[in-house]
C-alpha cells in the first residue's frame, strides 16, 4: 500500500506516479490510501471523514506500506495518527523523502546534482552572474539540497549572493 497525503500536490503525484510503475513492473498489486482534502485547510468536520481512509492501514491485505508523508497538507495531528496506525500494522513501512525517521526505514532523492547542472548552465553556456533560487518549502529535504546545489555553484565560480538571493 502506499500511505500518502492529499495527490492534488505535484511532488506527491509524481513520487506516487513512479511507486505505481514499479509495482505494475513487478507484477503486483497496490492501493493508494490518500484524502481528497488538504488536512490544514478543510472544515474539521470534513476532515474527521477524510481520516477515516487511513484506517485501512490496519487491513490484513497489505503487505507493507510506502509512506508520503507532507506536513504541509497532514499536518502534525494527522501525521501522527497515520503513524501510529502504521506501527500498529506491524508491517513494513519505507517513508519517502525524509532524511531519517525515527522509526521507520527512509529514502529519499537527491536533487543535488541535477540542480547544480542547471545553476552551472545558466553560469557557464547563457552567462548570467546575478541568479536567484526558487528552491521550495525550507522544510523540504530537496529544497534543502537545491539551495545546497546552488550556493555551491555560485561560490564555485566566484559570484555573489546573499540571503536575499534565495
Known amino acids: ?13 509524481s513520487i506516487v506516479r513512479g511507486a505505481l510503475a514499479q509495482v505494475r513492473e513487478a507484477g503486483c498489486d497496490c492501493i493508494v490510501l490518500a484524502p481528497l482534502c488538504h488536512f490544514t485547510q478543510c472544515e474539521p468536520e470534513h476532515a474527521d471523514a477524510e ?3 487511513y484506517q ?3 487491513s490484513d491485505a497489505f503487505d507493507g506500506f510506502l509512506y508520503v508523508k507532507d506536513d504541509a ?7 501522527e495518527e497515520v503513524e501510529e496506525l ?5 508491517k513494513y513501512v519505507m517513508t519517502v ?7 521507520f526505514d527512509s529514502t529519499q532523492y537527491d536533487d543535488y546534482d541535477d540542480f547544480s ?31 545546497k546545489a546552488y550556493q555551491n ?11 536575499s538571493y534565495y
Open 73 to 79: 497538507t497532514m499536518g502534525s495531528e494527522v501525521i
Open 97 to 103: 523523502d525524509e532524511r531519517e525517521h525515527p522509526i
Open 1 to 13: 500500500g502506499i500511505v500518502t497525503s492529499i495527490l492534488s500536490r505535484n511532488h506527491i503525484r
Open 117 to 147: 547542472k542547471v545553476v552551472r548552465h545558466l553560469i557557464e553556456v547563457h552567462g548570467y552572474k546575478k541568479i536567484y533560487c526558487l528552491t521550495g518549502p525550507q522544510v523540504l529535504f530537496q529544497a534543502q539540497t537545491r539551495l
Open 51 to 53: 481520516r477515516s481512509i
Open 56 to 58: 485501512m492501514i490496519l
Open 86 to 90: 502504521l506501527l500498529r500494522s506491524h
Open 153 to 163: 555553484q555560485m561560490t564555485e565560480h566566484g559570484l555573489y549572493f546573499d540571503e
